[in-house]
């Protein structure tokens, strides 16, 4: 249950979710469910009890990935009093594509094999991997507006007032929510909208293939807008046709070859430049007429400024030709940026930074939005964090930041790329009921696999996610919160009077009760009352708490272990040797993978499965030297991360080694964390 509800401004605002912009068109263009929206905008943020799970690197390190959903993290950012001077996000898109992690199998580090011979396995590719879903891109266009607008509304509370946004989209709904651009932030403060060329080549039968995305970039207000140009790199055309000269160290001037201009050919040591006439184009300055190295024109400056430069050796002359001043290569900035950018290239297959998350953008994309609009030790933020890129950049070029995302795999993947970087941060998790589970598509899976005897009803309507038989009440409809939509968490009246006027009216005669969960409720007492005021059927409505359900329905994963002392006592060197790993989740995912697989192979398959040891399901293995509590934040003081090709990296260095089964600390190892390759993470105690 939420702490408290933070006001989205210092006093609230009203209406809203109103296309005002439409009125000049004598029409004012709602969204449906507008009035559900101004009333929680109205009510305020849910601020949730936030902890830290984790202390990576600097303790006093202001930097932070937060576990958990855009609105909720924004309550706590506006409590803390925190704000952020450069927000890009990279939300859904509503293109109606699922999105899922590839899970790897790793290899047994238990079972004797020859180096070579799990080479060569390597070599042969024959890794086995499933696909699981992190989250899904399925939104009715209503909702996803409602839902992106209050995510923008949250957002611009705790920007500060020279910052600005950059949303990133594409053509499925990125037209509409500039729309919402507009209101939220003003027509005013719309400062561009970037075209960024993602692609190479598409094809499409029947229209233009779709190869780029669009950036909207608003400012919060209209002045003190940080932004520092940028510059593209030169155009290889210029190279061969513009810097065709060459001055040596000793002071000679040569002309380039063809073959050393395009880089078949050695160049000679010097700095390269171009030839910049010095001639003026307005002939009518007889003041500018006058003879200068033998030639007699009309100069674009005077006489003593082109002595002052020839002196200073910035003018040169080739066979007593006309005078041209040198722009040297290393003195040019390139092009100014504009909003179409082309030069920068997705993260292909063989990129270093490639992360494996589905949808990783570039760092050269961040780096430029991140150089343009902020400066040293300014904040910035990405609330959709996803791979983490925005985060690693603004660290990189001296930024603080702060990542945000609701997907476990997203608050992982973003953990392990900036501890490799050497970054300090705090992972922190908001306690919302949500997050239970490693996302809200996984969580909804669970709901129904756990809520006891529940069945598909296609009969019963769209708000119920099914119904439950049991011999007192019959057949009784369920309904569960949107876990995808987080306005949905708090059961309010409003809620409970579309489920009492809209959806039982429409139930068979023959039902005696519903069910209705929540995740969140401001006033159960309220409620009830409600009901009791409001509800003219014959029908029960009985209301339970969905957190319990999910609460009681986690296991955790098994592990066995033992842990030893350096026998010699020569050091202090602690190994922990784990013997045994089993995980349920992973079971089930590669069960459902093999059935999946076999009914739908059309030829002959190989089940996936996993050793006795079950240490194939392992992706990282950390101890904490340092505490034993329970509840305190992790440490990481030693670290194996198995990486999918199953080479190891130890504390962020990469190597060429395989996982042996064990971890070395060099003090007594009192905790230990073990992350399965589906991103479960779980913690025991060590005992010697």
């Known amino acids: 249950m939420a702490i408290k509800y933070v006001p989205y401004f210092p006093t609230t605002v009203s209406g809203q979710a109103v296309l005002d912009n439409f009125v000049r068109t004598q029409r004012i263009l709602r969204y449906r469910e507008s009035d559900k929206v101004t009333e929680r905008i109205l009510r305020g943020m849910p601020l949730y009890e936030v902890t830290e799970t984790e202390r990576v690197g600097d303790a006093a390190s202001d930097n932070m990935i937060i576990h958990g959903e855009c609105v909720s993290a924004c309550a706590y950012l506006k409590e803390k009093g925190i ?73 611009r509370s705790v920007m500060s007032e020279n910052a600005s946004i950059y949303v990133h989209l594409d053509y499925h709904i990125g037209h509409y929510v500039k729309i919402l651009l507009d209101e939220i932030f003003g027509e005013d403060n719309f400062q561009s909208e970037i075209v960024w060329k993602k692609a190479t080549k ?146 292909n297959s063989q990129a270093l930074e490639k992360v494996d998350y589905t949808t990783q953008k570039p760092e050269s994309l961040l780096q430029r939005i ?28 001296g930024r603080k930041f702060i990542h945000t995302d609701v997907n476990i795999n997203s608050i992982q993947t973003a953990r392990d790329r900036l501890k490799a970087n050497y970054a300090s941060f ?8 949500v997050t239970l589970y490693r996302n809200p598509v996984q969580t909804k899976d669970a709901i129904m696999r756990i809520i006891p005897s529940l069945r598909i009803d296609p009969t019963i309507g769209s708000m119920w996610i099914g119904s439950i038989m049991d011999t007192t009440y019959g057949s009784s409809p369920v309904y569960v919160p949107d876990l995808m939509d987080s306005s949905s968490r708090v059961l309010d009246v409003v809620t409970l009077n579309r489920i009492i006027n809209d959806a039982m009216p429409q139930l068979p005669p023959t039902v005696k009760r519903v069910i209705v969960y929540y995740i969140d409720i401001i006033d159960r007492q309220e409620l009830k009352d409600f009901i009791k005021d409001n509800n003219d059927t014959v029908i029960e409505i009985e209301l339970r708490d969905l957190k319990e359900l999910l609460d009681n329905a986690i296991l955790q994963d098994d592990v066995e272990y033992t842990v030893s002392e350096d026998p010699s006592k020569m050091v202090d060197i602690f190994t922990v040797s784990i013997t045994r790993f089993y995980s349920d989740r992973v079971s089930h995912k590669i069960k459902e ?96």
């Open 83 to 155: 704000k952020v001077d450069l927000v890009y996000i990279d939300p859904p898109f509503a293109s109606g594509a699922d999105y899922a992690k590839k899970v790897y199998i790793r290899r047994n580090p238990l079972v004797a094999k020859a180096i070579k011979q799990a080479e060569q396995e390597l070599e042969d590719d024959e890794l086995k991997a499933f696909e699981e879903k992190m989250y899904g891109d399925i939104w009715d266009k209503e909702k996803y507006l409602n839902w992106m607008y209050e995510n923008l509304m949250a957002i």
């Open 202 to 347: 598409t094809t499409s039968f029947n229209s233009y293939g779709s190869e780029h995305d669009t950036i909207f970039y608003y400012s919060k207000s209209y002045e003190n807008i940080i932004f520092n140009q940028a510059y593209g790199s030169l155009k290889e055309s210029e190279l061969l046709t513009k810097y065709v000269f060459l001055e040596k160290p000793n002071g000679e001037i040569i002309k380039l070859t063809k073959e050393q201009r395009n880089g078949t050919a050695k160049l000679p040591k010097g700095r390269r430049f171009r030839g910049i006439p010095l001639l003026n184009m307005n002939q009518n300055r007889p003041n500018l007429h006058y003879e200068f190295l033998g030639h007699t024109q009309t100069w674009a400056c005077s006489k003593e400024k082109m002595n002052l430069l020839l002196q200073e050796g910035q003018i040169f002359q080739i066979n007593d030709g006309l005078p041209q001043r040198k722009g040297f290569l290393d003195e040019n900035k390139g092009t100014k940026v504009n909003d179409i950018w082309i030069d920068i290239n997705p993260v």
């Open 370 to 397: 991140i150089s343009v609009s902020s400066n040293e030790g300014m904040i910035v933020a990405d609330f959709f964090g996803g791979s983490g890129v925005t985060a690693a950049v603004a660290n990189k070029l």
């Open 426 to 433: 705090a992972v922190k998790k908001v306690q919302d009921g």
């Open 593 to 688: 993978f093999n059935q999946k697989a076999m009914a739908n192979s059309k030829k002959k398959f190989v089940p996936i499965e996993l050793s006795l040891e079950g240490l194939e399901a392992i992706e990282m293995v950390s101890v904490d030297c340092t505490t034993a509590e329970e509840n305190a934040p992790w440490h990481s003081d030693s670290e194996i991360k198995i990486e999918k090709d199953s080479t190891v990296t130890i504390n962020g260095r990469k190597t060429s080694d395989f996982w042996d089964g064990t971890i070395h600390a060099d003090t007594k190892p009192l905790r230990m964390k073990i992350r399965n390759i589906c991103g479960d993470e779980t913690i025991t105690n060590l005992i010697m």
